[in-house]
């Protein structure tokens, strides 16, 4: 079995009919609505992605469904702004559809999750910061007996597996800080991923998505404990080695058609991971540097770094991502030699490696507007008890009493890229 075909058997075990994956499968979108009844609210981008768009339409029509206030209502913008969390919601309350559909990527997906909690629990808290945690709206739904409505994902980036997962990443700008819902009552309902849509995308958005699918399989492969350790080790072993063999292609030719397929698939996969296990380190930094960088960005640049520091408590697990690293040409070092944290600062190279073979960037100084203000915010926000569960999921846990002293050094080395900088604990 290939690679491929290995991560369509996994996403096929973790959905089942509840997810429609793969080449020109969008009319699943009008038969999945209309199990719900005859109206959709319909949120999407009408510019970039108005194709795609009237395909859910033409398929929603098709399959007897209209448009709740025959109208589509405007996306979210980049990192999901908490205002247009609360301006969908507004159209949900108006138009009261029988479902609701979000076109786009985590952005547009999230908003669509975090609407639709407000929509349905107004009148037990109409305030979005109320349900940012663990567990808080699923809490909120056996107190007051409320249902959430239907949600069907449509993706159309290789990114975030936002389609599939119980996370919602919203962000204040005035605060420039992002902070999360993570709750199983928000998971979309169902969920459709036609390949072919990324086709069309900017190359820096796949860079980003590619690099967020690393981040999820890594991160949860890296503080994974032993009952889910061969799936989560199989799901990183699948999902890197897609994007890591992949990704290059598409930066040369964006219409390459089985390299858009693998990413879809990887990131996809990295949506299946983050419903095993929890991320940690990359992505609670990455939280603190919304206005400079995308998400998928900013954890491909900390997850070096995480990587060197995490190290001597992750060998096994490092010999299995290094070794996708090495094959394909990133690491030239015998890993067999190698162990704790020489071990991590040479995976830590390969991936820094592949980055720049991408044209990512690899340091945060080379972020337009970076400043030290975004590394005391950082700091602040690993304190945040609402950002906690990233410190536990650590394979190195940390309290908030440790941060300035070991995660300053990390965000340090992270600057300038001198690995040197980074303290480890064992």
Do not use: W
């Amino acid at each position: 079995m290939d690679l491929k075909e290995r991560a369509g058997k996994l996403l096929h075990d973790f959905k089942g009919d509840n997810y429609a994956f793969g080449l020109n499968v969008l009319d699943k979108v009008g038969e999945f609505a209309a199990g719900y009844g005859k109206t959709a609210l319909v949120i999407s981008n009408t510019t970039y992605l108005q194709p795609v768009a009237e395909q859910v339409v033409a398929s929603l029509e098709k399959h007897g469904v209209k448009l709740a206030g025959e109208r589509i209502v405007p996306d979210a913008g980049p990192n999901c702004p908490r205002e247009d969390v609360y301006r969908i919601e507004s159209y949900i309350l108006h138009f009261k559809p029988d479902c609701i559909i979000a076109i786009g990527g985590g952005s547009t997906i999230d908003a669509g999750k975090a609407a639709n909690t407000l929509a349905t629990l107004g009148d037990y808290s109409p305030e979005i910061d109320t349900y940012f945690g663990t567990g808080l709206v699923t809490e909120a739904l056996k107190k007051t007996g409320e249902k959430l409505y239907p949600l069907i994902a449509v993706e159309t980036a290789a990114s975030s597996g936002a389609h599939l997962t119980k996370y919602s990443n919203i962000t204040d700008p005035v605060a420039g800080q992002k902070k999360l819902i993570v709750d199983e009552a928000i998971i979309p309902t169902k969920a459709v991923f036609d390949y072919t849509v990324t086709e069309s995308m900017p190359v820096s958005l796949t860079i980003d998505g590619a690099l967020d699918g690393i981040a999820h399989c890594l991160e949860v492969f890296y503080g994974i404990g032993e009952a889910q350790y061969d799936l989560a080790k199989e799901l990183a072993e699948v999902a890197v080695e897609l994007v890591v063999k992949y990704t290059g292609r598409v930066v040369k030719n964006p219409r390459d058609h089985e390299a858009r397929e693998a990413l879809g698939l990887a990131t996809d996969l990295g949506g299946y991971a983050i419903m095993v296990g929890g991320t940690n380190g990359a992505h609670l930094t990455s939280f603190s540097l919304v206005d400079i960088a995308s998400h998928g960005r900013a954890c491909g640049i900390m997850n070096p770094y995480y990587t060197v520091f995490f190290a001597p408590a992750i060998e096994n697990k490092l010999r299995i991502v290094g070794d996708i690293f090495r094959r394909i040409g990133f690491i030239s070092k015998d890993l067999d030699k190698l162990k704790g944290r020489e071990l991590g600062l040479a995976v830590a190279d390969g991936m820094v490696a592949f980055s720049k073979s991408i044209n990512s960037p690899t340091t945060l100084a080379e972020l337009p507007g970076f400043s030290e203000q975004h590394i005391e915010r950082a700091l602040a926000a690993a304190k945040d008890p609402q950002l906690d569960m990233k410190l536990k999921n650590m394979p190195v846990p940390l309290k908030a009493a440790l941060v300035d002293e070991y995660m300053a050094p990390i965000l340090a080395a992270a600057k300038t890229g001198d690995f040197s900088l980074i303290k480890n604990m064992n």
